[in-house]
């Protein structure tokens, strides 16, 4: 391994105690080189473990996509953190880990004596980040969510979709994926920070404020007009996706395009072979192709149908306006961008087999940044944290076994 | 109490668009003294969409706790005092249209002549060594070429329109935020700097990476999820009282259902044996939604959110700006700032998303009108004098604020 560059985190160790609103923040530090060790309660792990779809469509602990995926490049480890040797292995691992990362309802880690004025008396240089659906503080605090009910709070799905339909939830988890990234840089900021003052800190994360700010927040200085006497009220919010970045058929499916500057719907104009009707000077600006979309949408249609997707990028790009095929997921999974970048890394997992897992979306030079391994099987590093480590014996650990704590 | 993370650190942005001037707000707002390069012949693009290039909101919002270096690139008086401004930095970031930098003579290899261990991160829509990698690049189109777009639409619609929700950008500049602050901690512990080829397309399709999974594992290509939840109902947007208003409801469990029906006072269709369980509930899902909105339509969408979250039921209203503006929560937590902007006025604008219990962080700062801080960099980083500075500024070199 000496050869390989190692990964810019791999002096830190990370436990990680998170469900689905915090795997992706923890997986961002393994891929960064981080021992992230996964901190799973003895009967049936994570509750991402439990998270549909499942491999081969078969519900099992070591078969959800989502865990597959989000705690992926992590070593784990059972432990029930309710009884008294529970939270007292989970201490003793506290003096060894430099990031902690926990997802629980506010409250229940000071139940257990194991929020961080606790832990901190344990490691003062420790590093505790809590990411909730709403934070530590405020009426909403004790609130549930999920990623839907997060899009929904976030302005960000009254924007989507077709106008006179219902607003569309954003696919995936982006609100815990923007938790996730927003806790990840409140923890490297503090780990900065401790090398100069030699102590750890309290990270406290809100998905609900993340999602408006990781996904769409320019929203709120437009409306806030009522601040400012005079200030004339902004256009209704309504959902004018397809008016703005308009999607339209063309041989071989659809294409989006992106045109706002008006060098760019020159080049537009270009690529679609300089039809006379699409050379009216008014068609330039944007807020008069925005305020015409439907009468521009069905002129349209005739000259963007007779090019394929591919010959519309590839156009875009030559004459400089954005052109996006519509991409299904065998498209991109095959597209020549992802496989020139590699983007896809090949899996092996005991259980489901080999797979290609979304690796980082960056190339770093100098350190290695990758997904090494799969996720792990539930309590598959007990051996090794817990005999190896810290020195228990076998029947420790065979009659913590038992007695169900790991 | 502690001094901010990034206090004496120095970042040089060549951002347009979103993802560097919101990675720049980010570095700001830990107190980094993050620098934005631009000018009056080549402004951020984000300026250019109205009539006043300093009263653009989205503008002003991602561009806040930075400074305006006002700067021409195309003369080489002005890419001299950039490399002497990038000597005295840590972080440079760009997403200048592709192959821009390289042109202009600071791309990595040029910047790292100037400052070896320099940490360098550029952000492109197709990423590096591609053939896509010079292509001029919007996150609207990369949700489009990453197969989020395909996901992002009802089963009835007849193609994805998605929104007007910019998809990934304010992701990705997460992504790099959190990337620079992964090699600045490599840096103090190696001394050594890096390159970061961050590539949005790809920010866009790890949002959507379990499907990618079902994709690879299951060879099922999943299209146009819509709202529903495959595994759980009620799970969906429901209409509510009032013009274009909606709540959405997320029942996961039965237990959860147990709470449902009880929020809305257990009318006779709770107790139908259709909606019993789980399966039986997605068996009829048609039916459940129907009936679900004959309750949410009597209600505003708020008073819907408030009755079941007061349950223990995952409610949300799909709020506008304005209704998060108002909202309870957001005030008592103060999510949101006030600035004055000279041009644009009192607004509001995203507060720093996370508490830190032992950092010092710098009040937000509003956005910078261009070149505002040109002045300031030129006599205090540079040492210049008054009469360069107004000789460059003459020759066209250096932009000072118009007002």
Request: with cysteine; net charge negative.
């Amino acid at each position: 391994m000496a050869e390989q560059p190692e990964g810019a985190l791999s002096v830190y160790r990370v436990l990680d105690l998170a469900d689905i609103k915090g795997a992706y923040c923890t997986r961002l530090l393994a891929d960064q080189g981080a021992e992230v060790i996964k901190v799973e309660r003895p009967e049936g792990g994570s509750p991402t473990r439990s998270i549909p779809p499942f491999a081969g469509d078969e519900p099992h602990v070591e078969r959800s996509l989502q865990f597959l995926y989000r705690d992926a490049n992590k070593f784990g480890i059972t432990l029930d953190l309710e009884p008294p040797d529970g939270r007292h292995l989970l201490k003793k691992l506290v003096e060894t880990a430099d990031v902690l990362v926990e997802t629980y309802p506010p409250g229940y880690m000071e139940s257990l004596g194991l929020h961080y004025e606790a832990l901190k008396e344990v490691n003062p240089g420790l590093v505790m980040a809590s990411i909730t659906d709403f934070g530590q503080t405020g009426p909403y605090r004790d609130w549930k969510g999920s990623s839907m009910v997060h899009c929904a709070l976030s302005t960000t799905m009254i924007s989507s979709g077709y106008s006179d339909g219902a607003p569309i939830n954003l696919p995936g988890m982006p609100s815990y994926d923007a938790a996730s990234l927003i806790a990840a840089t409140s923890i490297m900021a503090a780990l900065y920070q401790r090398a100069t003052t030699g102590s750890g800190q309290y990270c406290d994360i809100s998905v609900h404020e993340c999602s408006r700010l990781g996904l769409y927040p320019w929203m709120v200085p437009i409306y806030s007009y009522g601040l400012n006497p005079g200030s004339p009220p902004p256009p209704p919010e309504g959902r004018l996706g397809a008016a703005i970045y308009p999607v339209y058929p063309c041989k071989d499916g659809f294409v989006r395009i992106v045109a706002i500057t008006p060098p760019q719907w020159k080049a537009l104009v270009r690529v679609l072979g300089e039809p006379e009707v699409l050379r009216l000077p008014a068609w330039q600006e944007f807020m008069y192709r925005i305020a015409n979309a439907a009468d521009l949408y069905a002129l349209m249609l005739e000259f963007t149908t007779k090019y394929t997707m591919a010959e519309l990028f590839e156009a875009g790009d030559r004459e400089g306006v954005p052109i996006a095929p519509i991409y299904s997921l065998d498209d991109f999974a095959n597209s020549s961008n992802a496989k020139a970048r590699g983007f896809f890394v090949e899996m092996d997992h005991p259980v489901v087999g080999k797979f290609a897992c979304p690796g980082p979306p960056y190339k770093w030079t100098g350190t290695s940044c990758s997904v090494r391994r799969p996720a792990p099987c539930l309590g598959e590093h007990n051996e090794r944290v817990y005999c190896q480590e810290m020195g228990l014996t076998k029947d420790d650990m065979a009659a913590l076994r038992l007695a169900g704590i790991i | 109490m502690a001094s901010a993370p990034l206090e004496g650190i120095r970042v040089i942005s060549f951002g347009t668009g979103a993802v560097i001037p919101e990675w720049g707000k980010a570095l700001g707002e830990l107190g980094a003294d993050v620098i934005k390069i631009e000018s009056r012949e080549n402004p951020d693009f984000v300026r250019t969409i109205g009539p006043d290039m300093n009263n653009i909101h989205g503008f002003n919002e991602s561009n806040r706790s930075q400074r305006s270096f006002g700067v021409n690139l195309k003369k080489e008086k002005g890419k001299e005092l950039v490399r002497r401004l990038i000597k005295t930095a840590d972080i440079v970031g760009e997403n200048f249209r592709g192959g821009a930098v390289r042109s202009l003579g600071f791309d990595y290899e040029d910047v790292r002549k100037t400052k070896p261990d320099i940490i360098y991160i550029s952000s492109q829509g197709f990423g590096q060594g591609t053939p896509y990698t010079n292509y001029q690049a919007y996150g609207p189109m990369l949700a489009a070429a990453s197969g989020v777009l395909s996901l992002w639409a009802q089963p009835t619609d007849p193609y994805p329109v998605g929104a007007n929700v910019p998809l990934p950008d304010h992701m990705a500049s997460k992504q790099a935020v959190f990337a620079v602050l992964v090699a600045l901690d490599y840096r103090r512990r190696t001394g050594k700097g890096q390159f970061i080829d961050l590539c949005q397309v790809e920010v866009a399709a790890c949002i959507i990476g379990e499907y990618y999974l079902d994709y690879s594992i299951n060879h099922r290509v999943a299209a146009k999820v819509g709202n529903r939840n495959p595994f759980a109902a009620p799970y969906n947007a429901y209409r509510c009282r009032g013009q274009d208003q909606w709540c959405v409801i997320s029942v996961l469990t039965n237990d959860e259902w147990m709470r449902f029906c009880d929020a809305v006072g257990n009318p006779d269709w709770t107790r139908d044996p259709r909606f019993a369980d789980t399966v039986s509930r997605l068996r009829n899902v048609d039916d459940l939604d129907k009936l679900v909105e004959t309750w949410t339509i009597e209600h505003e969408p708020r008073e819907v959110m408030n009755t079941l979250q007061a349950a223990g039921v995952a409610a949300g209203m799909a709020q506008r700006a304005a209704d998060t503006i108002d909202d309870p929560h957001t005030k008592e937590t103060k999510a949101l700032v006030e600035l004055d902007h000279p041009v644009a006025g009192r607004r509001l604008y995203t507060n720093v998303p996370y508490r830190l219990s032992n950092a010092t962080l710098p009040p937000s700062r509003r956005a910078p009108l261009l070149g505002e801080h040109t002045d300031e960099i030129c006599r205090e980083l540079l040492g210049m004098s008054p009469e360069e500075i107004r000789k460059l500024t003459e020759e066209g070199v250096l932009d000072a604020p118009s007002r």
